[in-house]
């Protein structure tokens, strides 16, 4: 039996038999999944002999009468098709860079019976840097993924081994990939210089696109390690870093 039809199988036993009459004249979820598997296959990035990276978030957008009929269903849709990627993942020696995630998302552009797959790699973060006690918003932060990272002197690793400030689990960051170092005057309140080192990592770093080993950056200064981009932001109402 092959991995879609076990799926389905799966699929029909969870929603109790509803399944088969719900999505007779819409999407099918076995083609969601098929689809899925697909931008798996066709985005795996080769980062060694038998390890590929693959997406692991995705964005299924549906019509709005589709998306409304599935309504019911979406959760228990979702997780199901996390694990059919996650088997789909193992057997292929693929790897997730995080968590897995789908979601379904309404398009006005898309007919009943139509649909669209989004991905993405998204690194599951960690961040082992001591919080600020004070209260006070941080000057400087790190956006990582759609969160930030506050950033305090003197300054942060970010890396994928245990021992970096900032973890990041992208198979292209390495161990000890890049250090972002703050210094300001010593009122704490003038304005604050931040700069990024590489640290001898194999991929190397770019910031806003240009290959460096070094550079001082600006608020909205876009880093880029591995697969996964930091972006540099200023708050003036912040306290001093």
């Known amino acids: 039996m092959g991995g879609l039809q076990r799926f389905e199988e799966r699929l029909e036993r969870a929603i109790s038999g509803i399944f088969a009459r719900t999505f007779r004249s819409a999407v099918q979820p076995v083609e969601i999944a098929a689809a899925l598997q697909r931008e798996l296959d066709n985005k795996a990035q080769i980062i060694s002999r038998e390890r590929r990276m693959v997406p692991n978030i995705f964005h299924v957008e549906l019509s709005v009468g589709d998306l409304e009929r599935m309504a019911p269903y979406t959760g228990t849709l979702a997780d199901e098709l996390c694990d059919q990627l996650r088997d789909h993942a193992d057997q292929q020696g693929y790897v997730f860079p995080g968590p897995v995630h789908v979601d379904f998302e309404r398009a006005e552009d898309l007919g009943t019976g139509r649909f669209r797959v ?82 001898g990592s194999t991929n190397g770093i770019r910031v806003d696109g240009q290959k460096v080993t070094r550079a001082v950056l600006r608020d909205g200064s876009r880093v880029q390690i591995g697969h996964t981009d930091i972006t540099l932001r200023l708050h003036e109402g912040g306290a001093g870093a």
């Not at 991905?119 to 599951?124: G, H, P, T, V, Y």
Request: net charge neutral; aromatic share 2%; no cysteine.
């Open 118 to 199: 989004l991905s993405k790699a998204e690194a599951a973060v960690t961040d082992r840097t001591r919080p600020d006690r004070s209260g006070r918003p941080s000057r400087a932060v790190l956006e990582i993924n759609g969160a930030e990272h506050p950033l305090s002197a003197p300054g942060v690793v970010v890396g994928r081994g245990s021992e970096a400030d900032l973890r990041i689990n992208d198979p292209g960051v390495s161990r000890r990939h890049a250090q972002f170092l703050i210094s300001q005057t010593s009122t704490g309140q003038g304005p604050v210089q931040i700069e990024v080192h590489d640290m």
